[in-house]
């Protein structure tokens, strides 16, 4: 008895092989691509939306750039449930933390919208990843026992 060794055991040796590929799969998962949208332009008076509806609705967390430039206009810029009311008679940088919308009350605003965020192109492998982690932590429990119990 003194003789046995805990990975001699399949279910320990399927177990950790297991564990470890749950670990790997992880790993890849967290690999991380930046991805950025950019639109620019001149608006006129009426209101506008900024930026593409797929992007914005697929990217939660983006990080958001709008430059407004003009010699002389009024308007309106609009993010979330904020308004912020702008006598535009040069050039402003803004980072809005939602979706932009500027209504241009008079005048002619030259833009530049920005966006990026980080896109995971290996997330789908966490589901991989999780069946292996519940089946290699089940082979070791159940080889850790069979050791204990002294037979293979």
């Not at 979330?80 to 919308?101: D, F, I």
């Amino acid at each position: 008895m003194s003789s046995f060794n805990p990975f001699s055991f399949w279910p320990i040796k399927f177990g950790l092989t297991f564990l470890f590929l749950a670990l790997f799969l992880s790993v890849i998962g967290l690999h991380k691509v930046p991805i950025t949208y950019e639109q620019s332009g001149k608006l006129g008076p009426g209101y506008h939306l900024l930026g593409n509806d797929s992007f914005e609705n697929n990217y939660l967390y983006a990080n958001r750039t709008l430059q407004l430039s003009s010699s002389n206009a009024s308007l309106e810029i609009y993010w979330g449930s904020q308004e912020y009311p702008l006598n535009l008679t040069t050039s402003v940088t803004l980072k809005p933390a939602g979706r932009p919308a500027v209504r241009v009350i008079s005048g002619e605003v030259s833009y530049r919208y920005k966006a990026s965020s980080w896109r995971y192109p290996y997330a789908f492998l966490a589901i991989p990843a999780l069946f292996s982690v519940m089946i290699g932590s089940v082979l070791v429990f159940v080889g850790y026992i069979k050791f204990k119990q002294g037979g293979a």
